[in-house]
């Protein structure tokens, strides 16, 4: 099957920087759209930030110009750099990615289990 698996989370003091990747694993015939997503304490999960394969980018508002999403496709990896962090970006943020794999017609939604950012002093 198919695994996304994230990494670079941790603890940032405010206006630090952190860089995330996902790695997509599995018997991939290929990967269209990729996405971050983050979920703080009592809130719901929404969107950060969205790549297509050929490179088109969507930002949250609450991001842009500080958030710069960016894939490798020979790599199926997807990184988020996070730059001027504040303490509203904690959250676990959780990679999204539209995965064909061998053998299947239909391309389905995967996520991987989740990174912890914290912003704090």
């Known amino acids: 099957q198919v695994q996304l698996v994230e990494s670079g989370g941790g603890l940032v003091q405010p206006g630090g920087s952190l860089r995330l990747s996902c790695a997509a694993s599995?018997?991939?015939?290929?990967?269209?759209?990729m996405g971050w997503y983050r979920q703080a304490p009592g809130k719901q999960r929404e969107l950060v930030a969205s790549?297509?394969?050929?490179?088109?980018?969507n930002y949250a508002d609450s991001v842009k110009g500080r958030f710069t999403i960016s894939r490798d496709n020979a790599k199926n990896t997807v990184y988020l750099q996070m730059d001027s962090l504040k303490p509203e970006d904690t959250a676990v943020y959780y990679c999204?990615?539209?995965?064909?794999?061998?053998?299947?017609?239909?391309?389905?939604?995967?996520w991987g289990q989740g990174t912890q950012v914290t912003v704090s002093s």
């Open positions: 999204n990615a539209d995965i064909r794999v061998v053998g299947q017609i239909r391309t389905n939604n995967y």
């Open positions: 599995g018997s991939i015939l290929s990967i269209s759209a």
């Open positions: 790549i297509t394969r050929s490179g088109t980018t």
